[in-house]
């Protein structure tokens, strides 16, 4: 599985990105022509579930993204300044975040795969390049050791003196939950030596709905098919999730349903998430 290192841009990746552009949550220029073919090929799709279900998959992709956005200022405004975002893609997040802070000592480290650092890093604007508290670095989590593996960009990149925050979006349930796990294992064993350590993910669960749905069913495997490969769903709700963090070593577990935040409540009453947000601590 390592010869994954030389992966290209997936098309998921490709039509996240352009939701992201098209939301102002990343600039333009992180846009891609495939991007916004597959975006505006899945409008009517998105039209039809919005009506039926209240949601779609856009929707999902925004409360998802901006409720983890919130969730990141709050780490930052108690103290936090050390972040690495892995599998970052097309994310603006880093961007945004060293914006909105710029008094605050902010370190930003993206790691991904070294294509999509490549091409992302070509997008970035001189200025963007030139930060340095933003560092772009190759990263592949099925890596055990070497220079691409998780305990060397730490080491590489960020203080164990101290706090850090490590986020990942959209990557769990791209892995069987053996392979999961065993990254969350390997992270949290990392994350233990410093002061304080969050990480903050996103996670799609066996919810009934999907029981209930033949359409959700059937985005599932649309998914499926624009990845080629299977999106496992992982554990059955709330308690189980938060059981198996607890389980590899995370000292406090919250497991939040995004649709009942106050961001989620901004996409009104009807829409309903299929994912759940994690906030995982030592």
């Known amino acids: 599985m390592v010869s994954a290192d030389s992966s290209p841009v997936s098309l998921t990746g490709h039509f996240t990105g352009q939701v992201w552009c098209r939301h102002d949550l990343s600039p333009e220029h992180l846009g891609s022509d495939l991007g916004r073919l597959l975006y505006q ?14 949601s779609n998959l856009e929707s999902m992709l925004l409360v998802r993204h ?3 956005d919130d969730m990141v200022r709050a780490e930052i405004e108690r103290g936090t300044c050390q972040i690495v975002e892995i599998a970052s893609g097309l994310s603006g997040r880093s961007l945004r975040m060293l914006e909105s802070y710029p008094d605050h000592g902010l370190r930003y480290i993206e790691a991904d795969l070294p294509r999509m650092i490549k091409w992302k890093r070509d997008r970035l604007t001189p200025a963007q390049k030139q930060d340095p508290r933003l560092t772009l670095c190759d990263l592949n989590i099925l890596r055990l050791n070497g220079a691409m593996s998780l305990p060397a960009v730490l080491e590489q990149h960020v203080d164990p003196a101290r706090p850090v925050l490590v986020i990942t979006e959209g990557l769990v349930n791209y892995f069987r939950l053996s392979v999961i796990q065993d990254f969350w294992a390997r992270l949290q064993a990392e994350l233990s030596v410093y002061p304080r350590s969050t990480y903050l993910f996103e996670i799609w669960p066996r919810l009934p709905a999907y029981a209930e749905s033949r359409m959700l069913k059937l985005g599932l495997a649309a998914i499926e098919l624009l990845t080629r490969q299977r999106v496992p769903l992982h554990f059955a709700d709330e308690q189980e999730i938060a059981a198996a963090m607890k389980a590899i070593g995370f ?6 349903n995004p649709d009942e935040s106050e961001r989620g409540r901004q996409f009104g009453a009807l829409h309903k998430s299929l994912f759940r947000l994690v906030k995982a601590e030592n």
């Open 66 to 68: 901006q409720s983890l």
């Open 41 to 54: 090929a899945q409008r009517p799709f998105g039209w039809i579930s919005q009506q039926i279900y209240g």
């Open 251 to 256: 000292r406090q577990v919250q497991v939040i």
